[in-house]
Every structure is written in C-alpha cells, then in structure tokens.
C-alpha cells in the first residue's frame, strides 16, 4: 500500500466507520485497534490522531497502548507471518533447533522479513499445541510437530 | 444415520485433521453413503489426533492418528488404525472426568446435545436458589482458583455480591499463556457452553448482567468457536434479557486479548479490557470490589468457571469428595513436552507426580531417561526425579517449593540444559515485564546478564543470582517478577552440575 493510500485523509472514512462500529463497546481501544489491523496489516501511524480525538484521550497515549502489545505492528508484515513457538514446552522437543534452522533458512531475525518481502518470522509463546510440539502458527493456521523438514515445506509452500 | 467425529479441535487441526475431512466428505460422496460428519472437541489424548471416531449402531468406535489416506479403511472398518472405545484407552479410562465430561463427545455447539449430556442442570437449579445459596454451595464445594492462584472461588463470589451495586461484572481470565497448558483451549473449542453456563451461573449468584471472556489472539481456533457458542447460547435463551425465563438477564462478549503475556495477572487483564496498558494494578483495591471500569467484578479462569456447571448439577458434596487435603475436587493436568504420551489427563488430586510423569505419560517420546518436569508453566520450579512422590495438590506443592498454577506438566530428558532454561526464565520475563515495578524490569535484564557470567565461567556470578532471585521473589508487584526465581532457583538447586560444567568448561 502507498503512502499516500494510507494518509489521514485516504482512510478517515473507513476508519471513521470502525469507529462507529467499536464505540458502542465498553472499553474500545483494543477492538480498535484489532480492526484497524485487520483492515491495513498494520495500524498506520496516521490513524492515531483520529482515535485519540474519538476517545478523548491524547495521541501519546493511544500510541502508548499500540505499542505495550506484541500483536499491534506499526510497519506492514511480509505477506505471509510464520510463528514459531518458543515456549518450554516447545523447547523440551526441538524449538531452539528449529529455530536456528528457520533464521538461517530464511536469512532473518526474530521479527525480520525476508528480502523478497514473502515471509515474516516472529516467535509466539505458547500456542496451547504443547503436546504436538514444536508448533508453529502460519498465517493464523495451527501447524504441529514442525521438524526443519516440515518448515522447509511450509516456506516451500507459501513462496 | 452413521456419524462421523473428526475434531475441530486446535491440536487435531495441527495434526492434519481438516484434510482428514476434506478426505472423508470425498469418500463418503464417492460410495454415496449417507453420514454426517461431526467436528467435536478432542477427547485429550493428543499422540492419537487426528482421532476419528464412527458411530454405527450404538456403538462408537475409535481410529488414530488419522492420515487421509486412512478414511476408505476406516469406513470399511478395517483401518491399521483402529483403537477401540475411547473409553477403554488405558490413558481415558484411568481418568475422573467432571469438567470435561461433554469435551470431545459431542457437538460443542449443539444446545440440545449439551442438555442431553447433563447441561443446563446445574443453571436450571441455580435459578431456584437465592444469590447467598450460590455463592454457599460454590463455597462448600471446596473449588479453588484453577488459574493457579488457589483462591476458594465461592469466597471471592460472597465478596462480590456483598459489595455495592448496582452495576457488577463476571470476567472469564482466558488468557492462558502457560507453555505446557492448554486446558482453557480445549474446554473453549470442546465445551464452551459449559463455560458460558458457568459465568452465567456465576453472574446470578453475585447479581451480575454483564461478562467478558478476555481470550488471547495466540488460540484463533478457541476464538471462533467462543463466539459461535456465545450465538447458540443466545439463540437458545441461555443468554439474553431473561435467562431460561426467568427474571434474569446476562450477556457476555469474546475479547480478544494482543500477545501480552502478563496480561493473564487479574489486574493486568482489567487494563486491558478498558483499553489500557496491560500494566499491573497495586492490590487493594480487590478486583471483587472495584474491578473492570471500577465495578465489583469476578475473575475467574476458564477451568474455574466450567466446573460451575457440574458442582450445581451433582452438588457441593458430590464434587468435595474428590480430592487430597485442601485441594478439593478434580485438576485437569496438560501432559506436555518431551512425552511419549501427551494430553489432557483429569483426575483428582493426589496422584503423585512420578505416577503422572512415568504410568500415564509413558515417560519422553523416544524413551530417554527424564530430567526434569516443570510443572505450573514458566514461572513454576524444575522437579527432579527426587521430588517424583509429590503428591498433585497446592499445598503439598508449595511444600516442595514449586507450584502447580495451571497444572501444565512439561517433561524433559537428559539432554536438556537446565543452565538454558534457567536463562530463557530470565529472558522470558524481561520480554513480558509490564515495565511498571523495578525488581522484575531491571530484575529480569539483570538476570540473563548473571547467569551469562555463569556460563562463561564466573562462579562468582552464583551468589549474585541467588540474591537478585531473592529481591525479585519478595520485591515484585505480581507473579511475573515474584515467581521467575522458582524456575531459576530450581534449575540451580536440583541441577548443580550444569551450572558448575560451564565453569569447568571455561577453565
């Protein structure tokens, strides 16, 4: 999405109509929030000042609360997100090992995107998946029992 | 009609069990036989999902781990595959299932299969008792905070509904993020109607009109069953202005929570469903009196209030009679990990840890020898096979300095570097910190610098840590900063030899 696709202007309106929707709820922000996400990939900076000015708080502190949470992104994601748990549970049977494969196969960090822009690779604690570990989250998905192999054909399959 | 049961559950999902429908819906369309195809929740043995399961005739039979290319064998019934009764699986059937009685057997959004399975009952019955009566038999039925707190749930109820009104609210704590549990999520996608029965309940007893179930964005499956349950219940007139007809209202809603880890801290979660940082509150003021936007409000776990459910159908004393000391009851224990034998084993307390870890778990998955077991999540202490006769129960884990929090039972083999899990305690609570008390911000940074220097050889380092731990333990607002010593000081304790290889190593 460009940036100016994206500029206060170019979403005021559907953000306005998110607003509408979360306002009735108590305690709105997080809804907010998740809906913005959902619509754009990330909750664009330009979206603060207008949910600030709905809540009658101040902008410093909506960003305050974006960004206390792991979930919320200020930048977009690659296209496809793969989670990897690193949990206890997850590390008794293999995550760390896989770990290091899925940074050394994809060329990435924690958090990085690859250069193609195709996958981004985040760790996740607890998935609830811990007797099929390692488990993996791919794009909302839940994958268990992810060997290297297996992330090899979960790449494989997104690219 | 036949019918066919193939779990929607999240594990079962993540062992291959839509395309294992995918496979059957084709192979039932191309013999043109007539079967429905049931997405239920899973029955808990998760070495067995996908796990299918075909009701003919009355009798219903059981085939797993499931694989596409199984469906033709078993609809002919004679799959490699082939278990037997679920009942009869050595693993079920040594377990006392109250809370997750319904889980895996049938439609878990169905209403009418919910009450042909007992639901309902209970609330049923709670509707001709007065709110005092409530929170009494909640209170004589000896049930504790599932969450891993312990607090008896009746009694935070009484604190509840004597505070003033008008305005009250049940909030669920579905935040589990615990790594090795995951009951929550399979009581959400197995049974949810037993959870929203028991917050209704919950809510009559306290005079509340209003929930929330605060369920994190890491369980999308949970997520959208919740929801569709919440539907159902609504539909039925479970939830609504007039509850099953009476003078009663309560509705609730799903929130879905953003991969705050702290935020399953009562007072954290409260934040955040206001729309805050999830930073911890200082306590008092009790939630029970000023809780989510300042109103008298219960936080329960998700286990907590789906056990609700059975305690008013059978009564206090039918669920009182189970367990071992003050640990009243049934405890569903997540067997996770390196283990042969993982899942959701509900029995009542008192079974040793050495019997759940060796008989039921059948030990780690390719059979070498076990380390440790950490039990209570990330923040719970290591256990050596030297401890394996702890009896399941919260003081007599107290009592070997551990915990059983959320009764996630995470096994280990000899090749695990307690050094590391020491360490990865520390980076963990440094990454969720709330930021909002020093000893577990600053504390936990430190940490991961200390047993660094351990690592590398400094057995000065120890000391330090032991210190540091004993700062965090006392000085830290919430169980994040204050229980983060019992895996570190553990893993020191009962592993020396780890702690001390490294500095050899070094020399």
Sequence with gaps: MSAAALSAEAIAPRLNEILDDCMVLEGPLLPILHAVQAEYGHVPQTALPQIADRLNVTRAEVHGVMSFYHDFRQEPAGAHVVKLCRAEACQAIGANRVAAHAKKALGVEWGGTTKDGTVTLEPVYCLGLCACGPAALVDGQVVGWVDEKKFDAIVGDLK | MMKIYIPRDAAARAMGADAVVAAMQAELTRRGMDAQIVRNGSRGMVWLEPLVEVEKDGERLAYGPASPKDVAAILDGNSDKAVGRVEDIPFFAKQTRLTFARCGLIDPLSVAEYEAHGGLKGLRRALGMTQEQITKETTD???????????????????????????????????????????????????????????????????????????????????????????????????????????????????????????????????????????????????????????????????????????????????????????????????????????????????????????????????????????????GAYFPRSKFDTPFGYEEFDGQGGLIGHAGVVLFDDTTDMLGMARFAMEFCAVESCGKCTPCRIGAVRGVETVDRIAAGDATAIPLLKDLCETMKDGSLCALGGFTPYPVMSALTHFPDDFAAAKEAAE
């Excluded at chain 2, 949810?192 to 209003?210: C, F, R, T, Y």
């Excluded at chain 2, 955040?272 to 999830?278: A, I, Q």
Aim: include cysteine; charged fraction near 20%.
């Design chain 2, 141 to 379: 039925s000896g049930l504790r905070g599932r969450g891993g707190a312990g607090f008896p749930t009746g009694i935070k109820w009484d604190t509840v509904r004597k505070a003033a009104g008008p305005k009250k609210y049940i909030v669920c704590n579905a935040d589990e993020g615990d790594s090795g549990t995951f009951a929550d999520r399979m009581i959400m996608e197995g049974d949810p109607l037993s959870l929203i029965e028991g917050m209704v309940i919950a809510a009559i007893g306290v005079g509340a009109d209003k929930g929330y179930v605060y369920l994190r964005s890491e369980y999308p499956d949970a997520i959208e069953v919740m929801n569709l349950a919440v539907d159902a219940a609504r539909k039925a007139g479970v939830l609504g202005k007039s509850v099953l007809g009476s003078a009663h209202a309560f509705d609730m809603e799903i929130r879905v929570g953003a991969g705050a880890y702290v935020c399953g801290e009562e007072t954290s979660l409260l934040n955040s469903l206001e729309g805050k940082r999830g930073v911890v509150r200082a306590k008092p003021p009790l939630p029970a009196l000023e809780g989510f936007l300042g109103k008298p409000t219960v936080v329960n776990n998700v286990i907590s209030l789906a056990t609700i459910p059975v305690i008013f159908e059978r009564g206090a004393q039918f669920y009182k009679d189970f367990g071992l000391g003050r640990s009243r009851g049934t405890i569903p224990v997540q067997i996770a990990g390196n283990v042969k034998h993982g899942g959701l084993f509900e029995t009542a307390f008192g079974m040793t840890l050495g019997q759940l870890v060796d008989d039921i778990a059948g030990g780690t998955a390719k059979g070498r020898p076990v380390k440790a077991v950490q039990v209570g999540g990330p923040l």
